[in-house]
């Protein structure tokens, strides 16, 4: 009988699930948030989630990856004693709920997928590396977070580090953190990680915010072709070019915002956490576009666009 279904996608928090379920073959299934099971089960849409037999569901990525490991008959990455294991739950939460969601607020704003403001992200990486500085220190003099072997919290908290290294951490942070990046380098290698992380490109520099570029103002075509230098009097008379016709929405001033840079913000990222904020803040406004809600048999199709301005 299937062992259950979980619910991670390509989040940093869907990595680790997915990544126990493969390495240790466990009879489960994946899937995502669209599934209809899971937009039962879970109102907080957020992932990593699962459903097991007999109505079992579990939800907040601590639990279920104590659970899958359970799954898989797996004690050793949970510890070897009682102590070790409240050590082990104290890194993951450590790294769940203080380091990653710090660098989420720091590196968002840097690459648009929230609203840019430079107290928000200066205080979340000071924060971020106040986090990263306990763990840089136990680092110092061990291998491994808990004991002197690989638990669930190296694990866990590595994934919790990517983003940091995805988005802030270049050249010149590795050399303030040796001890977490030799530590994250031997980590990402480890089977069950390796081939979700294993080939890891570090960047040089942290990303930079660049701010939006304004859109250039539309200038009617017509207006252009009054501009156009007047051709020499000596030159032959050419039979004056009719202007092209005006289209009607040319008339309109350019929208405020770029619809491209919502379509960029809503395929890179969390559609419900940043996405669909980003879309409300930030791009929607009643003047430029009309939203339109087309039903087309089962489906619900939010449709937007320039021209129905
Ligand atoms: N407290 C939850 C937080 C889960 C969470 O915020 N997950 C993010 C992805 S990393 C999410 O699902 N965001 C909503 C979305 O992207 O739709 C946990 O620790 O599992």
């Known amino acids: 009988m299937s062992q259950g279904t979980l619910f991670?996608?390509?989040?940093?928090?869907?990595?680790?699930?997915?990544a126990l379920v493969k390495h240790f073959k466990l009879d489960v299934k994946i899937s995502d948030q669209e599934d209809p099971v899971y937009k039962k089960n879970f109102p907080l849409a957020k992932v990593p989630a699962f459903v097991g037999p007999k109505g079992f569901k579990l939800n907040e990525i601590i639990a279920v990856t104590i659970y899958l490991l359970n799954l898989a008959n797996d004690e050793k990455l949970l510890g070897k004693n009682a102590q070790e294991y409240a050590q082990i739950l104290k890194w993951l939460s450590l790294a769940n709920s203080e380091l990653l969601p710090s660098l989420a607020s720091a590196f968002k704003p840097l690459i648009g997928a929230s609203p840019y403001n430079k107290k928000q992200v200066d205080d979340n990486t000071a924060y971020a590396n106040k986090v990263a500085n306990i763990f840089e220190e136990r680092l110092a003099n061990y291998t491994y977070l808990v004991g002197e072997r690989l638990s669930l919290a190296d694990l866990l908290a590595t994934t919790s580090f990517l983003r940091g290294y995805d988005h802030l951490y270049g050249a010149q942070w590795r050399k303030q953190y040796p001890n977490i990046t030799r530590w994250f380098k031997t980590i990402i290698k480890t089977p069950i990680l390796s081939e979700f992380i294993g080939d890891y490109k570090f960047r040089e520099k942290p990303v930079e915010y660049t701010p939006p570029k304004k859109e250039k103002?539309?200038?009617?075509?017509?207006?252009?072709?009054?501009?156009?230098?007047?051709p020499a009097a000596a030159a032959p008379a050419e039979p004056a070019q009719a202007p092209k016709p005006k289209h009607p929405l040319s008339l309109l001033p350019p929208a405020k915002t770029s619809i491209d840079e919502w379509k960029r913000t809503y395929?890179?990222?969390?559609?419900?956490?940043?996405?669909?904020?980003?879309?409300?803040?930030?791009?929607?406004?009643?003047e430029d576009y009309s939203l339109w809600k087309i039903i087309c048999l089962h489906q619900i199709h939010v449709w937007f666009h320039g021209c129905f301005r």
């Open 8 to 18: 991670a996608t390509g989040h940093s928090r869907g990595i680790l699930p997915r």
């Open 217 to 230: 103002k539309q200038q009617p075509k017509a207006e252009k072709a009054e501009k156009a230098p007047k």
């Open 267 to 286: 395929s890179n990222e969390e559609t419900r956490e940043v996405a669909i904020p980003f879309f409300w803040e930030k791009i929607y406004n009643p």
